[in-house]
């Protein structure tokens, strides 16, 4: 029997259910998007197979040739193409999948049972396949949800098993993606503090290249999880095929890309089992997260604006909805503050012209008060000396100024000098017979235990409740997990998994309470960024390095994978640039501030007035148009953004000089991309230093089809580091 099922067709919703009898020929499950296909394959022994992914084929009839044009000789399995590859049997390649069963036998075989495909909207279809062990009472559910029009892919599954035990899991992928044979570059992201998302490109050896955490918290500090995996040649902004993948993820991921000896790639991403084996009960669910994945045959800027639409319509919290500017306090006061200052900066707030102020760290605990990062985290009521009348009277204050209150927690922690720890030593993760070992001088909570969680529940809900008026939560984690120990559960291999069931059910109920409150997802910079959390978060925090020079590196890096409303980019007295430039980096995202608006000069504050307004009439093309990078500062001296609303009548480039080196500057045209060739445009330069003119002559007439192939000149330079450009169509 030879079943296909496509992207099905627009209404209702529908589910189409196969079943299958033992002695069938085969079925073939295209999943289809816009561009993509991805073809399972059960064979006639039901092994469920991997047989093509890659480029929608015009006949769905062809994916069936796919596998006799390749000569590569003998995998020695019959399985290396396996659509979920289990261990113990006959497969070996890593497995996406290794078990013990409640007999002690360590053999896993997953044969293909039923399929069934129900479409959620008109855009989003989920196939789930059922695989089952011939022998063991153990069942895989393979889950793939596609976006049609993002050529986004979203894969996880499921283990259940009914056997009269347990069933220990040592490995349990979300999905493991299998790419016939060619080259493949892999580009990859390390860091450090301040030194988020740098990028490395190589070209992937024969082997298994692992990119993991074990990290538990704050995971994405020396790595996150997402990737790129180019084919045949690294795919540049506008050509090549390239897979874009992440975990949704907040916790320790491992990703493992083998080639195997055929030059095939098999990539196999899910939780990190690094001393998580874990215990399944009889009738227990396992439900693993999903992994992100897309795919383009035209380069780079493709798959990020196919992940940007994807994140703004399905994923980031409140993705297509309204971001407030922000004045914030850390790096003007740091812990330094009072009621008075505080009062001022209300002021200043109303004065800059931004809609919302931002209290950070340092305002709760009394007995051993946050004056410093050395004591009081946990200690939630607001220190009595900085704040006698309390938080209820700065948001009260700010209303009467005219704009919004915001306040910092970092829930999830706790400093040994607390009253929390005094009170309950047994709520910190901590190896009871071992010396404690800090990061930033704390521990973190052991959210697997539930009275841990109520309590970081409580934390933001007492906040609410206390100041309904309260408009923003941004949500620290600055500390790693070292001698990983729950008091609280019984199986330590556990820990690391329930931690993070704990977090996403606290953010969980968060939610259901404050389902649109604006939050941003802190982790002492970006040590914290992906999919899983930003389901619960509006905005995240890139880096504590503001650097704007750091800074264009770094979101430039970011901008792959997240859409710009979802960067918050501070104007801070990081770097040695000018405030024009510090601002115009910080406009290509969520546009912050940290200074002391007091000490700007006459002119400074004046631009900064108006670089607000103008940035209120751009955001709707920042935050909700299509992203183009135009020109890399990795292999420019300039780089150049725009960014297009849909219609491409409208849109924004930003321009900045890198490099320092004399005479340098924008010699040669940036071709622009996404505008409509058959349009007029004109290019006006905007966001102007007090007392400056511009180079650009603003009356000028261009055709897209000029500005696509030819280019525009900025006229970036040394006296001009720094241009905004509004490009408008001419009717
Ligand atoms: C982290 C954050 C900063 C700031 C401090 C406060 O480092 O990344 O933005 O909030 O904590 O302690």
Redesign the pocket.
């Known amino acids: 029997m030879t079943t296909y099922f496509h992207h099905l067709s627009r209404c209702c919703a529908a589910v189409l259910l196969f079943t299958v009898q033992a002695n069938a020929q085969q079925i073939n499950i295209p999943i289809e998007t816009n561009h993509n296909a991805l073809v399972l394959q059960a064979d006639a022994k039901m092994n469920l197979h991997s047989i093509y992914f890659g480029k929608k084929l015009a006949n769905a009839s062809d994916y069936e040739q796919v596998g006799g044009v390749y000569k590569q000789g003998d995998d020695y399995t019959g399985m290396q193409d396996a659509a979920y590859s289990a261990s113990g049997s006959r497969n070996l390649f890593e497995p996406a999948i290794s078990v013990t069963h409640a007999d002690g036998n360590n053999s896993l075989d997953l044969r293909y049972v039923k399929h069934e495909v129900s479409k959620v909207d008109d855009n989003v279809s989920l196939l789930k396949v059922t695989l089952k062990d011939p022998v063991y009472a153990i069942e895989v559910t393979l889950f793939y949800k596609s976006f049609y029009k993002e050529d986004v892919m979203e894969q996880w599954c499921s283990i259940r098993h009914t056997e009269k035990g347990n069933v220990t899991l040592h490995k349990f992928a979300s999905a493991n993606l299998f790419i016939k044979g060619g080259s493949f570059w892999l580009n990859q992201y390390h860091g450090d503090?301040a030194k988020e998302m740098q990028p490395e490109e190589s070209r992937l050896t024969h082997g298994i290249k692992t990119l993991d955490t074990k990290l538990g918290t704050r995971a994405n500090l020396f790595q996150p999880s997402v990737f790129m995996v180019s084919m045949d040649r690294p795919a540049t902004e506008n050509e090549g095929t390239v897979l874009y993948g992440a975990l949704e993820y907040s916790g320790n991921f491992r990703t493992d890309l083998e080639l195997d000896h055929q030059d095939n790639l098999r990539i196999t991403s899910g939780i990190n089992n690094y001393a998580s084996t874990y215990t399944l009960k009889s009738g227990e669910l396992f439900t693993t997260p999903a992994f992100l994945y897309t795919l383009s045959s035209n380069g780079k800027g493709v798959a990020s604006r196919n992940l940007h639409n994807w994140a703004r319509n399905y994923k980031l919290l409140d993705g297509k909805g309204n971001r407030l500017t922000l004045l914030?306090n850390?790096e003007a006061t740091?812990?330094d503050f009072d009621e008075n200052k505080l009062s001022a900066l209300l002021k200043d707030t109303k004065k800059l012209g931004v809609d919302m102020f931002l209290l950070?760290?340092?305002w709760f605990a009394n007995k051993y008060p946050r004056n410093g990062?050395v004591a009081g985290l946990g200690d939630w009521e607001e220190n009595k000396k900085k704040l006698p009348n309390g938080i209820a009277a700065l948001v009260k204050e700010a209303s009467s100024n005219g704009v919004k209150f915001g306040i910092?927690i970092?829930p999830e922690m706790v400093n040994p000098k607390s009253e929390l720890y005094e009170k309950h030593p047994e709520w910190v993760v901590r190896e009871p017979k071992r010396e404690e070992h800090y990061f930033?001088n704390q521990l973190v909570l052991d959210l697997a235990n539930p009275a841990v969680q109520d309590f970081v529940y409580g934390v933001v809900d007492d906040l609410f409740t206390k100041n309904p008026a309260l408009a923003y939560i941004?949500w620290?984690c600055?500390a790693v997990i070292y001698n990983a120990h729950s008091a609280y559960l019984k199986n330590q291999s556990h820990f690391y998994i329930d931690y993070m069931r704990g977090l996403y059910k606290v953010l969980e109920r968060i939610r259901a309470k404050y389902p649109k409150v604006p939050m941003m997802l802190?982790?002492?910079?970006g040590g914290r960024v992906d999919y899983g959390a930003l389901q619960y978060f509006t905005e995240f925090?890139p880096s504590?390095n503001t650097d704007p020079l750091e800074r264009i590196f770094l979101q430039w890096e970011y901008s792959y994978f997240y859409p710009a409303i979802s960067s918050s980019n501070h104007v801070t007295d990081w770097g040695k640039q000018p405030i024009k430039f510090r601002t115009d980096v910080a406009m290509m995202g969520k546009l912050g501030f940290d200074i002391v608006v007091s000490h700007l000069a006459e002119k400074d504050l004046k631009f900064c007035q108006d670089a607000i307004q103008v940035y209120n009439g751009l955001k709707t093309i920042v935050w909700q148009g299509d992203q183009y990078r135009l020109s890399n500062p990795r292999s420019s001296d300039v780089a150049s953004m725009l960014y297009m609303n849909a219609e491409k009548s409208s849109g924004v480039i930003f321009n900045y000089l890198v490099n320092n080196r004399y005479g340098t500057g924008s010699k040669l045209p940036i071709r622009m991309n996404g505008l409509d060739a058959g349009k007029k445009y004109r290019i006006t330069e905007i966001n102007l230093y007090p007392g400056t003119s511009s180079t650009i002559d603003g009356n000028k007439t261009y055709s897209g089809d000029f500005l696509m192939q030819v280019g525009f000149n900025p006229d970036v330079n040394s006296g001009r580091a720094s241009v905004l450009l509004k490009i408008e169509e001419v009717k």
Do not use: A
């Not at 802190?522 to 910079?525: A, V």
């Open positions: 503090w914030n850390w740091y812990f950070d760290d340092g990062d910092w970092e930033r941004k620290d600055n802190c982790s002492g910079g925090w504590d």
